[in-house]
């Protein structure tokens, strides 16, 4: 049995702020957010990275549109970024596949700190 923080979430053995819900993909507020606006795209079924796609290429593409329309329903009118923390080097925590969207002020063109 899977048990990652985002499937008891899906599940409803966990509680999140989700703003927004449809088959594939559930959108919520990141409990430890690094920017005004940072929310976490997570696939309803879990797929642990970005290999797990490779059966399911459109749905991989399907989430970058979820993460635009979420961008603009939050008003994000100025840009955001997308990130994907893929596996140990890349800072995954959470074993279940998400993007995080950032955004709410200029984040600058420096994606790693020192
Ligand atoms: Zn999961």
Do not use: S
Request: neutral net charge; charged residues 30%; glycine residues 8%.
């Amino acid at each position: 049995m899977i048990t990652d923080v985002f499937c008891k979430i899906l599940n409803g053995e966990l509680k999140a702020d989700v703003v927004y819900k449809d088959d594939d993909f559930w959108v919520i507020k990141d409990i430890n957010p690094q920017a005004p606006v940072h929310l976490l795209i997570v696939p309803i079924r879990h797929f642990l990275n970005i290999e797990d796609f490779h059966k399911d290429e459109e749905l991989l593409g399907k989430a970058l549109i979820v993460a635009d329309k979420v961008a603009h329903k939050q008003g994000l009118k100025n840009g955001y970024r997308l990130i994907i923390n893929e596996g140990d080097h890349g800072g995954k925590l959470v074993p279940h596949f998400h993007i995080h969207l950032l955004g709410g002020k200029r984040l600058g063109p420096k994606l790693v700190k020192e």
